[in-house]
C-alpha cells in the first residue's frame, strides 16, 4: 500500500510503530529524503461519527496556517492517511498543568480558529444523543445512571443560548498528547473531530483533558481573548463538562466495537466520574447564570 504513496514509492523506508492512538493505528516511515506518519483507521470508526473526508479537508486547513502537520496523501479507499512527521516533544497532561505553555497552546488554537473555515460543524449537543441511540440500540453498556444528568444537559443547551457566540475552525478533541512542542510552535495534530465549533468548546475541552485548575482556565481566557472574561470561563466549564458527558458514550462504543488494545471503559468512566462530581456541585447553578450574562 505504501507504493502507492508517490514519496514513498519504491523508495527503502524503515517503518515503526507509533504508540497512543486511541482510533487509529500510526507508524512512523522513514526514508532518506524525509518522515512521514502513516494513519489507518477501522471501517468501524464510522460508528463514532467520524466523517474522514472532512478529517482530511480540515487537515490542509490547519496545515496551511502552520499549525497543522503537511498532508501528503489520502487513500480512503485504503483507510490511510499520510502527514509530514512532525519533529518535537508530544505533550502529555502532566506538561500542560505545569503551566509554563498556557499561552503558547492558546496562541496556537487562535492561530487554528483563524485557519479557512472547516467543512463541517462539530456541535457535541447533536452527537451526544446520536452516540446514545447508538449504545441503547445496540446494547453497549453504559453507565447505570447515565440519563439522570439528561435535564443537566439541556440546562446546559439553554444557557449556551444567550447569545450567539459565533463559531470558528475547532479541533475539538484536545487531549494532551495531540500537542506537539516543535520549539518555534506548537502543532496540533489529528483532526478526526473538527468542525466548526464555539471556541469556548476547545479551551473547555482542553480544560476537561488535561484536568486543568479552575485557575488554569482562566489564565488560558484571558490569554485565548486578551482579558479574563468571567461569561467565557463558565462557558468553557459548561462545555469541558458537556465534553466529558458525551465522550463517556464515545468510550462506550470504542469499549464495544474496538481492536485496539487499551482499556475504553476504565478511560471513559474516569471522565464520566469527573462530569458527575460537576453535575452535582453548588457550583453548577453559578456556572449556568454566569454563562448567560455578559461581563
Not at 492512538?21 to 460508528?47: C, F, I, M, P
Request: hydrophobic fraction near 40%; charged fraction near 30%; proline fraction near 4%.
Amino acid at each position: 500500500m505504501l507504493d502507492l504513496v508517490p514519496v514513498l514509492a519504491g523508495r527503502a523506508r524503515t517503518v515503526s510503530v507509533l504508540e497512543g492512538g486511541l482510533t487509529n493505528v500510526n507508524h512512523k516511515v522513514e526514508t532518506e529524503d524525509g518522515a512521514y506518519v502513516v494513519r489507518r483507521w477501522s471501517e468501524q470508526s464510522g460508528l463514532l461519527s467520524i466523517d474522514r473526508d472532512n478529517e482530511y479537508e480540515n487537515s490542509l486547513r490547519a496545515a496551511a496556517v502552520g499549525v497543522g502537520a503537511p498532508v501528503v496523501a489520502y487513500l480512503p479507499e485504503h483507510c490511510t492517511m499520510v502527514l509530514g512527521y512532525v519533529s518535537g516533544q508530544t505533550l502529555d497532561p502532566e506538561a500542560i498543568r505545569r503551566g509554563d505553555r498556557l499561552e503558547r497552546i492558546a496562541t496556537a488554537c487562535r492561530d487554528l480558529h483563524g485557519a479557512e473555515r472547516f467543512r463541517d460543524d462539530f456541535d457535541m449537543f447533536a452527537i451526544q444523543p446520536r452516540y446514545l441511540a447508538l449504545c441503547r440500540e445496540r446494547g453497549f453498556r453504559i453507565p447505570d445512571d447515565y440519563g439522570r444528568f439528561e435535564p443537566h444537559r439541556d440546562a446546559i443547551a439553554d444557557a449556551m443560548t444567550a447569545r450567539d457566540e459565533g463559531t470558528v475552525p475547532c479541533h475539538n478533541d484536545l487531549l494532551a498528547e495531540n500537542f506537539i512542542d516543535a520549539g518555534d510552535r506548537m502543532f496540533l495534530i489529528d483532526y478526526e473531530y473538527s468542525g466548526n465549533n464555539d471556541p469556548c468548546f476547545e479551551l473547555g475541552n482542553l480544560w476537561s483533558e488535561s484536568n486543568l485548575a479552575p485557575a488554569q482556565l482562566e489564565e488560558l481566557i484571558g490569554a485565548y481573548y486578551g482579558r479574563l472574561l468571567r461569561h467565557k470561563v463558565a462557558r468553557a466549564r459548561l462545555w469541558g463538562l458537556m465534553s466529558k458527558y458525551g465522550w463517556t458514550l464515545w468510550a462506550a462504543i470504542q469499549h464495544s466495537v474496538s481492536d485496539i488494545d487499551f482499556d475504553f471503559w476504565e478511560w471513559g468512566m474516569e471522565k464520566y466520574d469527573r462530569a458527575v462530581a460537576e453535575f452535582d456541585s453548588p457550583e453548577f447553578e453559578q456556572l449556568l447564570d454566569d454563562a448567560r450574562r455578559s461581563d
